[in-house]
């Protein structure tokens, strides 16, 4: 029998540091997809406050620091990074694992937003994307969350199965800005 070993989805591929960018995978810690029931939507905030300390997010935010984060993941779900979810959120929502299936890089320096100005059709800039807010939205062609964490910071989640694809685009963006330095 084969011995298995267990590997992060950037495994081998990062860090990268291009330019004026470093690009990092992150260790989320355990992610949790919360869909609140029908009408529970003030509970479930309620409750991930009294379970967790985090204020469940609105659309197009994210709450919580780096270890522990709720971010918004769609209509009606919202991704808790971090802990393992207190058994009591269950009462208001579905929780369903997601630890698996997503491979988190953050991107971050001086050039992280023209690095994302060349890949994702968001005006990313500090001006009108500040600390705290996030998208569902496409980098190049894949699908991916994306969230500022801080001034020069990105935190951007794509599905496992894609996170060479993922280095790949961001390493190209990386050296296309480097190359005009």
């Known amino acids: 029998m084969?011995?298995?070993?267990?590997?992060?989805p950037c495994d081998g591929l990062l860090p990268l540091e291009i330019g004026g960018a470093v690009l990092r995978e992150e260790d989320l810690g355990v992610l949790t997809a919360l869909a609140p029931y029908r009408g529970r939507e003030k509970a479930l905030a309620a409750a991930l406050d009294e379970a967790h300390g985090l204020a469940l997010p609105g659309p197009n935010r994210a709450t919580g620091k780096a270890g522990l984060r709720a971010i918004w993941f769609g209509r009606a779900h919202v991704l808790l990074a971090g802990p393992a979810p207190d058994p009591r959120l269950a009462e208001q929502a579905a929780l369903t694992d997601q630890s698996d299936a997503w491979a988190a890089v953050r991107l971050e320096g001086a050039t992280a937003e023209e690095v994302l100005a060349r890949l994702v059709p968001l005006d990313l800039r500090a001006a009108q994307f500040k600390r705290g807010h996030t998208a569902r939205s496409q980098l190049m062609h894949l699908n991916v969350s994306i969230t500022r964490i801080g001034e020069k910071a990105f935190l951007i989640l794509g599905f496992r199965s894609m996170a060479a694809t993922l280095?790949?685009?961001?390493?190209?963006?990386?050296?296309?800005?480097?190359?005009?330095?």
């Open 167 to 181: 280095v790949h685009d961001l390493k190209a963006a990386m050296e296309g800005v480097a190359a005009r330095g």
């Open 2 to 8: 084969a011995d298995l070993i267990a590997t992060s």
